[in-house]
T-cell receptor, first 117, second 110 residues
Framework: NAGVMQNPRHLVRRRGQEARLRCSPM?????VYWYRQLPEEGLKFMVY????????ESGMPKERFSAEFPKEGPSILRIQQVVRGDSAAYFC???????????????FGSGTRLTVV | TQLLEQSPQFLSIQEGENLTVYCNSS?????LQWYRQEPGEGPVLLVT?????EVKKLKRLTFQFGDARKDSSLHITAAQPGDTGLYLC??????????FGTGTSLTVIP
């Protein structure tokens, strides 16, 4: 596993269901970031986590969205009671260093494309 | 409001042409990165610039960081269809915040 692994690649949910998006960071990286992207738009920051800690969740909607990065296992972005407006591509990135981005840059996964029907 | 504005937002050119994409801000950045994102994939880091006035070259791509570290440009020489994608600048602002730009969608027509 040389890169950031996200699954599933595509996820379809009906309105009101829960969506769980998984991200395994690159080996040796302990910092995980979640971003959301709408078609033809840039990336919008959601949350920054280290193992067992949420460092910055300033970009997360206050309701229905939560994220975790447990001691063991992947980081999870959870969206409860999904609505059509949640349809987007969700990207996870990891870095070896602290802070958001900085000199190390990010390694991104291929994303999860969530469609709410 | 976006801290990092990219222009143009969309660009469609013929294979072999040259182009420049701009990333501008009123804030000072301690470092700035460029990413390329292909359809259906995540962004891939191309370069990081950290010194005002710095120029970095990556084959046909030339990246420049402004002297005042408020802006950056990406110049592509003799564009190829494989250059097609969304180009994103991103920067670590000296106020301790990290931002992505608005993006430039480039299409190179064979």
């Amino acid at each position: 596993n040389a890169g950031v692994m996200q699954n599933p690649r595509h996820l379809v949910r009906r309105r009101g269901q829960e969506a769980r998006l998984r991200c395994s960071p690159m080996k040796g990286h302990s910092h995980v970031y979640w971003y959301r992207q709408l078609p033809e738009e840039g990336l919008k920051f959601m949350v920054y986590l280290q193992k067992e800690n949420i460092i910055d969740e300033s970009g997360m909607p206050k309701e229905r969205f939560s994220a975790e990065f447990p001691k063991e296992g992947p980081s999870i972005l959870r969206i409860q009671q999904v609505v059509r407006g949640d349809s987007a591509a969700y990207f996870c990135a990891s870095s070896p260093g602290s802070g958001r981005g900085g000199l190390y840059g990010y390694t991104f996964g291929s994303g999860t494309r969530l469609t709410v029907v | 409001t976006q801290l990092l504005e990219q222009s143009p937002q969309f660009l469609s050119i013929q294979e072999g042409e040259n182009l420049t994409v701009y990333c501008n801000s009123s804030s000072v950045f301690s470092s700035l990165q460029w990413y390329r994102q292909e359809p259906g994939e995540g962004p891939v880091l191309l370069v990081t610039v950290v010194t005002g006035g710095e120029v970095k070259k990556l084959k046909r791509l030339t990246f420049q960081f402004g002297d005042a570290r408020k802006d950056s440009s990406l110049h592509i020489t003799a564009a190829q269809p494989g250059d097609t994608g969304l180009y994103l600048c991103a920067g670590w602002e000296t106020g301790n915040q990290f931002y992505f730009g608005t993006g430039t969608s480039l299409t190179v027509i064979p």
